[in-house]
């Protein structure tokens, strides 16, 4: 099932992938960075390298998740903090808002992520891509920790039984991707809100490159931190928190990168004077 579920997702994916590289970035991007490819994996590289050692981490702490001292068991205070909330959208529930949901929380989410990606790279400057590598390397890191320091169940784990929105009850192919990165406990925040709404800011302050990009990744992005919520995965707690940490890795990511090159650096540690 797990095959089967994971090609379906490629294969949708892709589709997306293709068209909106046909129809945001364009022809004569591609062909600029066919052949300044190389140029921009140098100048990126550095970047790159830490997002994947931070998604290495990220994988291995979520599988083990040691509770440290600090760990605080949570799921009872945030039901508390925020009451009944997450109940309204039992509510509004239909058939067709629950696949809609269904399908944004899991192939939209996974677009949503490596479009970017793409797009920025396509760009002549590489300031916006390396800025967006940071922010997920940023969200990852920072979320892991939150996850091993603060241990919570989601709705649908508090309210089992009795909601008709739960992703796993209409959708239970997809508990066979969703369980080989997430745990129950990794609640606190929602990531699935801070990547999405870390797009949405990038997409907005990079508007006047792609400006058809910009409300598209605003529908989908708002979209997904919906479904988080619809699909009783996480309180809404979870998203104003997922919020808060997008915005502080977008101004972070931009603290870090673009204010010197890798040259620089090494120039003022070494005491290098290049004039």
Known sequence: MLTEVLTNLVI????????????????????????????????????????????????????????LSLTTHMTSTIRSIEGDFVLIFQEIATPELTEYFSFIYVYGYTFLLIF?????????????????????????????VLYMLVIAYGPRNVFAGELATVLYDHSPEYQYVTREVNQNTNVFPSLHTSLSATVGVFAFITRSSYPKWFPVALVL???????????????????????????????????????????????????????
Not at 13 to 27: E, H, N, Q, T
Not at 40 to 55: A, D, K, Q
Not at 231 to 239: E, R, S, T
């Open 116 to 144: 970017p990606a793409i797009a920025y790279f396509a760009l002549s400057d590489t300031k916006a891509f390396r800025r967006l590598m940071t922010a997920y390397a940023l969200n990852y890191a920072l979320g892991v």
């Open 12 to 67: 949708v994916v892709a589709i997306l992938l293709l068209l909106s590289i046909a129809l945001f970035v364009g022809r004569e991007r591609l062909e600029t960075t066919r052949t300044e490819w190389r140029a921009r994996i140098r100048t990126s590289g550095p970047t790159i390298l830490v997002l994947l050692v931070v998604l290495v981490f990220n994988r291995i702490m979520r599988w083990e998740q040691p509770e």
């Open 221 to 275: 992005s708002t979209s997904v931190i919906i479904s988080t919520m619809y699909l009783a995965i996480h309180w809404a707690v979870d998203v104003v928190a997922g919020l808060a940490l997008a915005a502080f890795c977008v101004y972070v990511s931009y603290q870090l990168v673009g204010r010197w090159s890798l040259s620089d650096l090494y120039d003022r540690v070494t005491g290098t004077d290049r004039r």
